[in-house]
């Protein structure tokens, strides 16, 4: 595949030098396009001894072969990473005073943009109808990743790392497949029951695995509704679908079975709290010096996914779930996610290992698929896209012709 690699210039661009060799580890041919401010940070002799190809910001060298129009028109994918502000707003309002921008107006292949900048540029409004307007246009605008930033700064605006700069280009290129056509609703993140107007029971689910289901369901052709319980990560309907925001486990109930109502398959990915307070007062539960506090009565929530498994809203309908388990005296993980398949009926049940860093909140996550019967039937590892990809390949296993 002939990949444009475009690199605008943020502090950032050294990332790009890593996606450039994942890129070319993959066996893609590589053009790397700098712009003159790229350049002030990494230097045209790293592109090109990576690349194997000449790189320039320059319109006007090699004219013969008028690159500023061949290099759009030959690539079968276009990437940029960073995606500054500055080049956001150029790429948006069709600007072509470099060879980037250029390339980018005669590209006819899928694009995709990785944005890099302080949170406030990133938030403000300029900015945020420059990427609502690519977007519109077709191009894919990767959401940025929260964390610090240049100095001291933290917050949304950082550069998501290579790993995810590349499955996110590649699934652009992707033709819509194996889920074209088809309604899937995906459960994220994690319920929080309210014990008063401040306080909650919850757990330490941040829904990054859910939202990969989603994205990866969109770039297999779904139709996507991601319904998202407390999820914090910076999600968009251009990679998720529609998305249904809840808080508790009786929201999260009735927000999945509205939108399970026509859905071919429905993945409960979402971690549900098992019981919530009897009452919650309306007021915040005070300290008072020297006394106890009072105990908290607490009752069972209702089994979401043994519910959806047992009255399918229509005949053939895939239920996927998740087993988040640890391993006790009782028996080991995959001992407990065999059992819950058992009793839940689900299609089929991803269990995982989770702890203090297993699972939860972290990028890269492991699973072992298995069927009613607590039969293994296949395992996926690697970041949460890879295992996404992996879940969505048993699925389409099961599901009838369409």
């Not at 276009?78 to 309002?93: C, G, S, Y």
């Not at 429905?266 to 098992?274: C, E």
């Not at 995959?334 to 991803?350: E, M, N, S, T, V």
Request: aromatic content about 2%; proline content about 6%; overall charge negative.
């Amino acid at each position: 595949m002939r990949v444009l690699l475009g690199v605008s210039g943020g502090i950032a661009a050294y990332k790009a030098v890593l996606l450039l060799r994942l890129l070319r580890e993959q066996g893609h041919r590589v053009r790397v396009i700098p712009t003159e401010a790229a350049l002030r940070f990494v230097g045209a002799p790293t592109w090109e001894a990576l690349s194997g190809e000449p790189a320039t910001a320059a319109v006007f060298e090699d004219v013969e072969h008028v690159p500023h129009v061949a290099l759009g028109q030959e690539a079968d994918l276009v990437v940029v990473a960073p995606a500054t502000a500055d080049l956001l707003a150029r790429a948006a309002h069709g600007r072509a005073d470099d060879l980037l921008t250029s390339a980018l107006l005669t590209a006819r292949c899928p694009v995709v943009m990785a944005p890099a900048m302080h949170t406030e540029m990133w938030e403000h409004p300029a900015t945020v109808a420059n990427v609502e307007t690519l977007r519109s246009r077709g191009v894919t605008v990767v959401e940025p990743a929260s964390g610090r930033l240049t100095g001291t700064d933290t917050g949304p605006g950082r550069l998501p790392e290579p790993e995810e700069i590349l499955t996110a280009a590649l699934s652009a290129v992707r033709a819509p497949g194996d889920l074209a056509g088809r309604h899937v609703v995906v459960s994220a993140g994690g319920t929080r029951e309210p014990i008063d107007p401040v306080r909650f029971l919850g757990n330490r689910s941040s829904g990054r695995q859910g939202v990969e289901l989603a994205r990866a369901a969109t770039a297999r052709g779904a139709v996507v509704t991601l319904v998202a319980a407390n999820v914090e990560l910076p999600v968009h309907p251009s990679d998720v679908g529609q998305i249904v925001r809840v808080g508790s486990a009786l929201e999260l109930e009735t927000a999945v079975r509205d939108a399970a109502r026509d859905a071919d398959v429905v993945v409960m990915a979402a971690a549900v709290a098992d019981f919530r307070p009897a009452r919650t007062p309306e007021t915040k539960i005070k300290k008072v010096a020297g006394q106890a506090p009072a105990a908290i009565e607490l009752v069972e929530n209702p089994d979401i996914l043994a519910g959806l498994a047992r009255d399918r809203a229509r005949a053939g309908q895939i239920v996927v779930g998740f087993a988040a388990e640890t391993g006790d005296e009782n028996g080991s993980v995959i001992d407990h996610g065999r059992a819950k398949a058992r009793r839940k009926g689900a299609d089929l049940l991803a269990v995982n290992e989770v702890g203090a860093h297993q699972g939860f909140g972290v990028a890269d996550n492991t699973v072992t698929i298995v069927d009613p019967d607590g039969v293994v039937v296949g395992h996926s590892s690697g970041t949460k896209r890879d295992v996404a990809d992996g879940i969505w390949d048993a699925v389409v296993g099961l599901l009838p012709p369409a």
